[in-house]
């Protein structure tokens, strides 16, 4: 039932010290794509000011309950399904979303979706929060992108390590304006945008 997911052990740390800077403000956080359910379950501890809203696929969804339970923390929510290609998301307003390891994941129409969502669901001034690798025009993928990218489209041709302008220009045209881009342990990102 409870879901270990060793990179989120590795990167939950470095991760909340972003969120801690960027997240000041009392407010819903919403997740989507919590996967075992660790991350929502640590940021929720260490940022008590915050609802934590975790989301994912209904097949998910039995993994973060079992860590919402064990913890019982007021402020991390019961989870909710999530479909990205679904037209109606469960929150409808929110101060945040927060999505970890998932863009590289699906195809580039849920990445599109993902964008057309947050660009609807947040609150004028609200943040989406991405983390994950990615490429950029002006220098090479890092080699063990290379190698994860390689790894990503032999297991399914539609993931794959995403350009950052090409997210960038998404980000844009759902009204979202790219606040911070920040290098992260093990050639990560955090970046983020901020609805204008």
Known sequence: M???????????????????????????????????????????????????QPTDIAENLPSIAAWRAEAGLPNLREPLALDLFADDWPVKQTRAVVCINTIHIVSWQGVER????????LAPGGILYVYGPYRYADR??????????????????????????????????????????????????SIWWQKG
Not at 140 to 150: G, V, Y
Request: with cysteine; charged share 20%.
């Open 140 to 189: 090479p993928l890092e080699p063990s992108n290379e190698d994860f990218d390689r790894w990503l489209k032999a297991r399914d041709p539609v993931s794959g390590v995403r350009l950052f302008e090409d997210v960038n220009r998404l980000a844009g045209q759902n009204g979202l304006l790219l606040a911070g881009d920040r290098a992260m342990p093990a050639n990560n990102r």
């Open 2 to 52: 409870k879901q270990f997911s060793p990179s989120c052990e590795r990167n939950q740390e470095p991760i909340l010290a972003v969120l801690r800077e960027i997240f000041t403000a009392p407010g819903l956080v919403l997740e989507i794509g919590s996967g075992s359910g660790q991350h929502a379950v640590h940021f929720a501890r260490a940022l008590p000011h915050l609802a934590w």
């Open 114 to 121: 993902l964008f057309a969502g947050a660009g609807r669901v």
